[in-house]
């Protein structure tokens, strides 16, 4: 019997078969290829199942087969597989961290599992692993960055696009020396600061006084309606207008996560910025740029986000009042501007008028004020007053505990937590002229008792120190304030509002009507 060979096609002039392919071969398949390439392997059953980590050189796989479970699944391309790693062993021993001795997340000790271990830990421990998988959504453990939030005041349709846009990034650009000051006026009456509440401690405790915010009147007062800044306004002492509360958001806000709103008037040459009627501008935050802030929607309701500002707000009023000598005195040539008769009982304050000259023609006036006073050199010296609350004793470590031993470690925590806060707090002894913070800290007598607090320390923070402890640079700060006013300078006359966008580092200055937001 005589065997036929098939007819083969000799390419004299290059590697390869030339012309068109023998019928013979039409479901072979080919792909052009250079005398260089290296060529994989048909079939390979010695193959690792994990391939090297070192330099691969490159090969031509159009031919190669690949092991795969199921015959019905085989393809000769590799794009679009995916690997099967239910089989694979984990790394290192899982006794001891589940990623080798010294990369776990502990060791065990005297037979300690995986699991107490974890539990000793806290409330607040995460994994320690790069990904958010699944696990990580499931405690819901997610990054600030993923959470929304909502505006402060609706954007409406016939508002139209945002006519001036101020991106975080290049607002702190510009740092500004220390700006000339001149008091204009001074109002009000200070009491002097009870130093007797300096040696409470946790032991010690004592609780938070609540009829103070009811017996005493709290002004917050918007620039528009102070008459001290109208009679100014009126009489040209600037060419800018705002109250220290303003100036302390717009300062700060490269460190807000909330939304908030500030309106700006254009009046001729003037300037004038106000806050909103009926908003929650003068409302302190609690644990905004915590990695978790409050929402809400929670259980239980009364540590949502709405009552826990509230609350705070409150007891900062009590806890201001309360840790005064009401009997020791210091009053300023000018009445409080607010006082509706002599019999009105109000807190104490003092409002000093103040003129800064940030530079460009710019001439700000500004009501700035302090809570109370104590002697330095037989001198009165102006301190602020505030309070840090506690409301749930898993995100603090327990201040009960905290406190007694690790107190530089519970502030750190709430500069972390309530860092855009507390930069209010630095900016507005500055502006005041308030060389000391008397900061106390304010816990709940019950994680479930909101209306019910204990005082469980006072210390004692230079305005200069508390700013570096909080990273706040004030000639920056003014720097943001002064860019922001420009921007707001070169707009037409008319009524604006300034928005920080909820879920951007961003401002915008939206034009409203001019009646938009007048009391009805």
């Not at 030339?18 to 479901?27: H, I, R, Y």
């Not at 392997?41 to 199942?49: E, G, L, S, Y």
């Not at 508002?159 to 846009?165: E, M, N, R, S």
Request: one cysteine or more; a positive charge.
């Amino acid at each position: 019997m005589t065997t036929l060979l098939p007819r083969l096609s000799v390419n004299a002039n290059g590697w390869g078969p030339s012309g068109d392919l023998d019928v013979a071969f039409p479901d072979i398949p080919y792909t052009p290829y250079s005398k260089s390439d290296r060529l994989g392997k048909a079939a390979d059953w010695t193959v690792r199942p994990f391939p090297s980590r070192g330099p691969q050189t490159a090969v031509n796989t159009t031919f190669n087969a690949y092991e795969e479970e199921d015959e019905e699944d085989y393809s000769t391309d590799r794009i679009g597989q995916k690997k099967n790693l239910a089989g694979r062993k984990p790394y290192g021993n899982v006794a001891r961290g589940g990623r080798g001795y010294r990369g776990g997340m502990t060791r065990q000790r005297g037979g300690a599992t995986i699991q107490k271990a974890l539990k000793s830990r806290g409330p607040a421990a995460k994994p320690r692993g790069r990904g958010k998988g699944a696990s990580y959504k499931k405690w819901g453990w997610q990054s600030r960055s993923q959470r929304k939030f909502g505006p402060s005041i609706d954007v409406q349709p016939d508002w139209g696009d945002a006519i001036v846009l101020i991106d975080f990034a290049g607002l702190t650009t510009d740092r500004i020396k220390p700006v000339t000051t001149e008091v204009l006026a001074s109002h009000g009456k200070l009491e002097r600061f009870n130093k007797a509440y300096t040696k409470i401690n946790v032991r010690t405790g004592k609780p938070l006084e609540k009829n103070w915010a009811v017996e005493r009147k709290f002004y917050q007062v918007t620039t528009s309606d102070d008459p001290v800044l109208a009679e100014m306004i009126k009489n040209k002492v600037g060419n800018v207008y705002a109250t220290d509360a303003i100036l302390t958001v717009l300062m700060s806000t490269t460190k807000s996560i909330y939304s908030w709103d500030v309106l700006a008037r254009r009046i001729g040459d003037d300037l004038i910025l106000d806050k909103r009627d009926n908003s929650n501008f003068d409302f302190l935050t609690v644990n905004e740029n915590c990695n978790e802030p409050p929402m809400e929607d929670v259980d239980p309701p009364y540590n949502s986000m709405s009552k826990l500002h509230h609350e705070a707000t409150f007891l900062n009023h009590n806890f201001s009042q309360q840790v005064l000598n009401k009997e020791d005195t210091h009053s300023y040539p000018e009445s409080n501007p607010f006082q509706s008769s002599s019999d009105e009982r109000v807190a104490s304050v003092a409002y000093f008028y103040k003129r800064f000259d940030l530079g460009d023609g710019i001439s700000l006036v500004a009501r700035t004020e302090v809570d109370a006073f104590k002697s330095h050199n037989k001198k009165p010296s102006m301190l602020l007053i505030k309070a840090l609350n506690e409301y749930d004793p898993k995100i603090t470590d327990d201040w009960h505990k905290k406190l007694e031993n690790q107190k530089a470690g519970a502030f750190a925590t709430e500069v972390k937590n309530n860092g855009a806060k507390m930069s209010k707090w630095a900016l507005q002894a500055e502006l005041g002229g308030a060389e000391e913070i008397k900061l106390g800290y304010v816990s709940r007598a019950n994680p479930r008792d909101p209306f019910n607090h204990l005082i469980l320390a006072l210390e004692k923070h230079n305005t200069q120190e508390f700013a570096r402890e909080l990273g706040l640079d004030f000639g920056r700060a003014w720097g943001a304030l002064r860019n922001i006013i420009e921007n707001l300078r070169t707009l037409a006359e008319g009524t604006y509002i300034i928005l920080r966008e909820p879920n951007r580092k961003q401002l915008q200055v939206y034009k409203v009507p001019d009646h938009e937001f007048e009391k009805k």
